[in-house]
């Protein structure tokens, strides 16, 4: 028996595996460097760009923001897009930092460690705008 | 003051649990890759083909590994390998000549092959070529399995581990015509 539920879990669960179906084809994509350091870097740091972007606005918009897994994939897109120029024969240069700090984010103090703390922290503070109760934000 | 907003309604708990999903799920990700690593790869990763010239403190001059190899005056790949796995390398640029009029050379930590494609054949059994040319230490300790790129001023423009070099010389090319 179908509850008042089921459809709305359904619609999150293909969103979910739309999602980790994407994150898994960019990791294949990494043919010319090595996804096991290079996926995850560009992944927390994207991720961490569009949430704590997603927290602002869902902070102004009093609401959760709308296809909340499209922001951090294209934020990841745009984070590793030299990465996918590499691939076809594309070398990096140092300008592609413009890329969501393509270069200099591998070099960071703990490395994807670091990337690891800072996407948390990130999704925490979104999931802490969208628990809030809107009351509380008018003060 | 409660709201018709949807936002309003949210429990907290299901949040809670995203953000420990996301946790365990890519920390333990996370864990598997550096566990991925192989005895030949780079400690710190960030160093291994980083796909970019003059990282770190580069350029650096290219110390001659033969006499008159690096030429000035034409890029240079020199590959560093062990003695038990050269074969594979000689047999991939036997294949592939060098990109760009480049020249190739070969330093073996061990003894060298007879020949090994066009490329120049250089044992270093003692690593003082690799540490001269300042590649790093793999995991495991021992001699790198990896290679620079010379430009033509005969300065070190990019330098790496790279294990799976034989099957990925379209990445040496790259870097090679990444010279300016």
Do not use: K
């Not at chain 1, 994150?23 to 740091?45: C, K, M, N, P």
């Not at chain 1, 909340?68 to 294209?74: A, E, R, S």
């Not at chain 1, 984010?105 to 990130?122: I, K």
């Amino acid at each position: 028996m179908r509850t008042a539920g089921t459809r709305p879990a359904v619609r999150i669960c293909l969103w979910c595996a739309a999602a980790v179906l994407a994150e898994i084809a960019l990791f294949a994509s990494y043919r010319g460097h090595d996804a096991r350091f290079h996926w995850f870097t560009h992944f927390f740091v994207g991720s961490s760009l569009a949430l704590v972007g997603m927290a602002a606005v869902a902070t102004r918009r009093r609401r959760p923001v709308p296809a909340p897994l499209v922001w951090p994939f294209l934020a990841h897109v745009g984070a590793m897009f030299p990465d996918l120029l590499f691939s076809g024969g594309v070398a990096h240069r140092r300008w592609m930092d413009v890329f969501l700090g393509h270069i200099s984010t591998h070099y960071v103090p703990g490395r994807n460690l670091t990337w690891f703390v800072v996407f948390l922290a990130s999704l925490g503070a979104y999931l802490t705008v969208v628990a809030r109760d809107p009351g509380q934000l008018r003060r | 003051m409660t709201t018709g907003s949807r936002w309003a309604r949210r429990p907290v708990r299901p949040l809670v649990a995203v953000w420990l999903a996301a946790a365990g799920g890519l920390g333990l990700l996370l864990l598997l890759a550096g566990g991925a690593q192989g005895p030949l790869d780079d400690r710190d990763q960030a160093w291994q083909r980083p796909g970019f010239l003059d990282a770190g403190d580069l350029p650096a001059p290219a110390p001659d590994v033969a006499p008159g190899v690096p030429t000035r005056g034409r890029p240079a790949v020199v590959f560093f390998e062990r003695p038990g796995r050269v074969a594979a390398l000689c047999r991939a640029l036997e294949r592939a000549p060098m990109p760009g009029g480049a020249a190739a050379a070969v330093v073996v930590a061990g003894r060298p092959p007879a020949r090994c494609g066009a490329a120049t054949v250089v044992g270093d059994a003692g690593g003082a070529l690799a540490a001269a040319y300042g590649l790093r230490r793999p995991r495991d300790g021992g001699s790198p399995a990896g290679y620079a790129v010379v430009d033509g001023h005969g300065a070190i423009r990019y330098r790496t581990l790279d294990p799976g070099v034989a099957g990925r010389l379209g990445e040496v090319a790259t870097m090679v015509a990444a010279l300016p």
